[in-house]
Every structure is written in structure tokens, then in C-alpha cells.
């Protein structure tokens, strides 16, 4: 199966219809009917995360766990808690990706100075160097700017596992393959938002559309002074971060 006819399933599947109809909207006031695969070039889906408001809970990693049907012991999104002492000494933890939030470390609760949560998910670089060094061009850009697999394809050679700068992928042992976030492909093409923030109790995760100037996620990025990972790298990485501290690498 090719790249176009698992864009056109993914629009088959994701309308529940056979007439490849759907319309696609994402919590967004204006709504936009996708005929064709010409027709999704009129989206191009960025993600938004307001750290200010992460409370570290783990409800959207448990989400999308259900949702995605993730294995154990990986993740497609997690929750990284950021903790700063006295002697500005950063320690960062994740246990068991924040499925089960955070506790209290015992007896170095007391020197912390500083803490915060970063939820972390894949980029979907506009420069990503997974697709780059795919050996069978498995790992590819949607019409709408999201970074898939195609199953069919892969081989579970790990290549883009290795070559992820965010250690965002994983090989499923189970399927032979990659796997990663897919911004719930499958969802938003329901004209549903992410399972991971549908959870959120905070409205700390913002998803949408990039080229809709209306949308909450290009209003809040107007407005807002915000960052993204790594950007030394060149990636052109599509989740940006509102409240990023300067510890976050």
C-alpha cells in the first residue's frame, strides 16, 4: 500500500463512510468538508502546550493509551516533572510516563525551590529527521502536515527510533513496527479533537489548525510568548510550548 492509498483510507475509515466525504473541524467555530486528498492541503495541524496549566495529573497519557491501545511500558505522549533545588541543581523524573501523576520524593521535597510539568508528545517536524533516514519511506507527511507510518511498509529497523532528537517513537514488538503519537489521525478526521486533549481537566493542550487564522491554537500562539524543543536543530518542530522554563532541553 502506497502513501496515497493510506492517506485515502485513513479518510475512508476515519469518515465511516465509502464516498471519502468527511468533514473536518477539530473544536473550531468554522467547519471545512474534505472531498479529496487535494482538499486536506487546506490544513496543516500544529499542537499547543501551556505548561503554565499542567498539573501533571497523567489523565492525557492514560487517554491516549486507551485510545491508541499502546503497549506497556511505552508511550505515545507523557509528562516530564521538572524539579530545581537550592543549588540550582535540575532533576527530572517521569514514573511510568505520569499514568499514575506524581508523588512527593521523600526528604527533598524541602529544598526544591522551583517545579513544573512539560507534557511531552511528537513534534511532527516540518523538517524531521525520521522521515529522512526511513530506508523504504514508511515514515512520511500527510497532505495535512502530520508525520505518519505506514505500516505495510515498515520494518521495524529502528533507524527513526535512533534518529528522533524528542525520543518520541518505539519499535511495537508486537506489530514488527515504528510507532508514535499521530495527533489521533484517526479522531480528527471524525472532526474530533485528540484523545490526550479531550482529557486535559486543565485546557493545558491546544490542538488545530495552522492555517485556519481563527483557530484557538493560532490566536493563543498571536498572543502568547511561546517556545519549542530544541530548536538548534532545525527541526521546524509543529508542538510549541507556552510558559517553556529555560531548563527544558
Request: with cysteine; proline share 5%; glycine share 8%.
Amino acid at each position: 500500500m502506497d502513501r496515497r492509498h493510506f492517506v485515502r483510507l485513513a479518510l475512508v475509515s476515519g469518515a465511516g463512510v465509502l464516498a471519502g466525504s468527511l468533514t473536518v473541524y477539530s473544536a473550531l467555530p468554522r467547519s471545512t468538508e474534505v472531498r479529496s486528498e487535494q482538499d486536506l492541503q487546506n490544513f496543516d495541524w500544529g499542537y499547543l502546550i501551556d505548561t503554565t496549566r499542567c498539573i501533571g495529573c497523567g489523565a492525557c497519557v492514560r487517554a491516549c493509551k486507551a485510545e491508541n491501545d499502546v503497549p506497556d511500558t511505552y508511550f505515545r505522549t507523557w509528562v516530564e516533572r521538572f524539579e530545581i533545588n537550592a543549588d540550582d541543581v535540575v532533576s527530572v523524573d517521569s514514573p511510568d510516563g505520569a499514568m499514575s501523576s506524581f508523588t512527593s520524593r521523600d526528604g527533598e521535597d524541602a529544598r526544591i525551590v522551583k517545579a513544573f510539568f512539560v507534557p511531552k508528545l511528537c513534534n511532527h517536524c516540518r523538517n524531521s529527521a525520521c522521515t529522512q533516514v526511513c530506508p523504504v519511506g514508511a515514515t512520511f507527511h500527510s497532505p495535512d502536515g502530520v508525520v505518519l507510518i505506514d505500516k505495510e511498509h515498515c520494518l521495524g529497523c529502528g533507524y527513526c527510533v535512533q534518529a528522533c532528537p524528542y525520543g518520541c517513537r518505539y519499535i511495537d514488538h508486537s506489530r514488527g513496527t515504528a510507532d508514535k503519537c499521530t495527533f489521533c489521525y484517526h479522531r480528527i478526521h471524525r472532526g474530533e479533537s485528540p484523545a490526550c486533549v479531550m482529557a486535559c481537566p486543565r485546557g493545558a493542550r491546544v490542538f488545530g489548525n495552522l492555517k485556519d487564522p481563527e483557530s484557538p491554537i493560532i490566536r493563543t500562539l498571536h498572543e502568547r510568548r511561546y517556545g519549542i524543543l530544541k530548536p538548534d536543530l532545525g527541526t521546524n518542530p509543529k508542538c510549541f510550548y507556552v510558559g517553556l522554563d529555560m531548563e527544558v532541553k
